[in-house]
């Protein structure tokens, strides 16, 4: 191998271990609290390593949530499309992602378990439209997909009531981030699954009436 | 609602407070300096060191200050509920129905929860934020959970229900729903999604 085959996989390898510091810094601290110099002192790069990857720590903290929403994007359709080859019945295969969903939020590179969109969104002053949109990005692609497949539900097992499609799929994302909250709280155990669980009963009640 | 008046020290103290939790909500208690506070509170430095030590003190009061004003909204909400409907279930339906329109009637979105705010932030690390934020939670859990007891008493739930974790489901959907509401460009996830909360405990309660 000569030095131009090994250059730039070892900047794609700085860039991601800076990414990595970054992600697990603000999840632990919090955006304002993480500094550029503990970030390259811990990676063992230069400042200027540092802005040759990134412009600046907005820049940063943009590219964290747009990996992390490529990530759980991802993530997502993997557990639907696994769940749907194992569970015929589109309900059954929704109910078992919902608990995967939210197993895949519990886990965490940090001491809780959080979300990046939740941390920003709680700073967001110090943020611009941006970075507003990829917060809003991550919010509609999780609706989308969770509606999709309550409409599968609902077209195999009417409701019996009129059912507001896009509040019960925001309901998943308004669980698991409020659990992820409570966890962060609280002290072992977590809740995280149990609220999960509610959210299930409730769907089969919703949906499969006779079988709650 | 009983309307204290406040002594002149208090107001002041209140009006710093107030001003803080704005900022803090806003973007985070690492980004929010004491002269921003100081002068949103339109205080002197000597008048905040009045009435806190540092900012560490602040961060206290301020939490305090948020679990103590939710937990009077509530019990006021729910004594409003059961002087209008005598049985369990359906006056803790009627609370969440008020709840939600005191979210919805906030003339911006809500502006976030101070544990929640902390909890993202290194107040985190600090071991009696943790204690009271963890207090807090606990305290509200206990209201709700003495109710969903009531409840469950006269109306067996439909399926086997963990009644801690549905007394968790409101703080859980609460603190939810407000990441949603920062993140929509229109204002009102967080009334919806206490109206979702209120349909599931009547779906899983009311007999069929």
New interface residues.
């Given amino acids: 191998m000569t030095d131009t085959d090994l250059k730039p996989r070892r900047g794609e390898q700085t860039r991601k271990e800076l990414m990595d510091l970054a992600e697990i810094a603000i999840l632990e601290k919090g955006y304002a609290a993480t500094s550029i110099d503990e970030l390259i002192a811990q990676a063992g790069i230069t400042k200027s390593g540092f802005f040759y990857h990134f412009g600046d720590k907005l820049e940063l903290a943009k590219e964290l949530l747009r990996r992390d929403n490529a990530t759980i994007e991802a993530g997502l359709q993997q557990m639907f499309e696994v769940a749907e080859a194992a569970h015929p019945d589109p309900l059954d295969a929704l109910l078992e992602t919902m608990t995967q969903y939210a197993q895949a939020a519990s886990a965490s590179p940090t001491s809780r378990p959080g979300c990046l969109a939740a941390a920003f969104s709680y700073q967001h002053a110090l943020f611009d439209e941006e970075m507003q949109q990829l917060v809003l990005y991550g919010l509609d692609f999780k609706r989308r997909m969770i509606r999709e497949r309550l409409e599968r539900a609902a077209a195999k097992y009417p409701p019996r009531e009129r059912v507001d499609l896009d509040a019960l799929a925001d309901m998943a994302i308004a669980i698991v981030q409020g659990a992820m909250i409570m966890d962060r709280v609280r002290d072992p155990p977590p809740v995280m699954q149990a609220q999960m669980d509610l959210y299930r009963t409730y769907l089969r009640a919703i949906f499969a009436p006779r079988a709650a | 609602m009983a309307v204290k008046v406040l002594s002149k020290g208090e107001a002041t103290r209140e009006r710093i407070c107030a001003a803080a939790e704005r900022i803090v909500?806003?973007?985070?208690f690492?980004?929010t300096s004491l002269e921003e506070i100081m002068d949103a509170a339109k205080v002197t430095k000597s008048g905040f060191f009045y009435h806190f030590k540092d900012k560490h003190d602040l961060a206290k009061a301020l939490l305090q200050r948020y679990v103590d004003h939710d937990t009077r909204i509530m019990d006021e909400l729910f004594e409003r509920a059961d002087a209008l409907i005598d049985d369990p279930l359906h006056s803790y339906l009627a609370f969440l129905k008020m709840f939600a329109e005191v979210m919805d009637d906030l003339p911006d979105r809500h502006p976030?929860?101070m544990?929640?705010?902390y909890?993202?932030?290194?107040q985190?690390?600090h071991r009696e934020i943790?204690q009271m934020?963890?207090e807090g939670?606990?305290t509200w859990r206990k209201r709700f959970r003495e109710r969903l007891d009531a409840i469950a008493k006269r109306y067996p739930p439909?399926?086997a229900?963990?009644l801690?974790?549905?007394a968790?489901?409101n703080?859980?959907?609460?603190?939810?729903?407000i990441?949603?509401d920062?993140?929509?460009?229109e204002k009102g996830?967080l009334p919806?999604?206490v109206?979702?909360l209120r349909d599931?405990i009547k779906?899983?309660f009311a007999p069929?």
């Fill in positions: 909500l806003e973007k985070g690492a980004a976030g929860c544990i929640a705010s909890c993202y932030q290194d985190i690390y943790r934020s963890a939670v606990l439909r399926a229900i963990n801690d974790a549905l968790d489901m703080i859980t959907i609460v603190e939810g729903g990441i949603l920062k993140g929509r460009a996830a919806r999604q109206l979702m599931l779906t899983l069929a």
